[in-house]
Structures are given as C-alpha cells and as structure tokens.
C-alpha cells in the first residue's frame, strides 16, 4: 500500500507560480508513472501531467502544456507539479497519484492523495 500527500497549495494572483509537493509513503514509487489531475467545482477530475518511471518523460494536458513541469526525486520519494503563469481557470483542487500504467486517465493511476486547492484569483 502506497500513502500519498500533496502539500504546497494556496491562494495566488493570476501570472504566479506554485509550486505542488506529493510525498509518498508505505513503497518506494520510483518503479511507478506519478501524476498531477485537478478537479474544479462541478466538474469531472481532469488529467494535469504524468512523469514515466523508466525514461523520465512527460505528458501534459493541452491547457498546461508550457506553463507545467511534473519532476519527481525517486531518493526523497517524491515529486513535484511547478505551475507558472497561474490563471482562474487553473483553481481547482489538485491531486498527485501513482500507477504503472501509461496511460492519462484517472483508472491508469491506484494511488492518489487526498488533494490541496489552489485558488487564483484575478
């Protein structure tokens, strides 16, 4: 079993920069493909980011892609979601998750966090 928690949220302007922490405990997850979703008010959780366990890439959704970096440090257990240029539409409650298949959608991941908001306000 695989505990995870997301720290690093909190209420920004618009044009700043958070930056999200998932630390994760029980297993080491550097064998697993660690993701970023959101979920806004009323709306279905959506796909954000994953880094792959085996070359270290990358996929983004369409509305991050060039403003998001998903990175992860296997030694400390841990990865991150460096958001810049924040905008309202960004607000959401973000989530990190763990799975090992390679795939964007929420049933590719087990493990998830609890979540943390972030609020940009305009």
């Known amino acids: 079993q695989v505990q995870l928690v997301e720290s690093g949220g909190g209420l920004v302007q618009a044009g700043d920069s958070l930056r999200l922490s998932c630390a994760a405990a029980?297993?080491?997850?550097?064998?697993?493909?660690l993701g970023w979703f959101r979920q806004a008010p009323g709306k279905e959780r959506e796909f954000v980011g994953y880094?792959?366990?085996?070359?270290?890439?990358?996929y983004y959704a369409d509305s991050v892609v060039g403003r998001f970096t998903i990175s992860r440090d296997n030694a400390k257990n841990m990865w991150y979601l460096q958001m810049n240029s924040l905008q309202p539409e960004d607000t959401a409650v973000y989530y990190c998750?763990?799975?090992?298949?390679?795939?964007?959608?929420?049933?590719?991941?087990?493990?998830w966090g609890q979540g943390t908001q972030v609020t940009v306000s305009s």
């Open positions: 880094i792959r366990w085996d070359i270290e890439r990358t």
């Open positions: 029980g297993r080491t997850v550097a064998e697993y493909n």
């Open positions: 998750a763990a799975g090992e298949v390679f795939a964007s959608a929420p049933g590719a991941f087990r493990y």
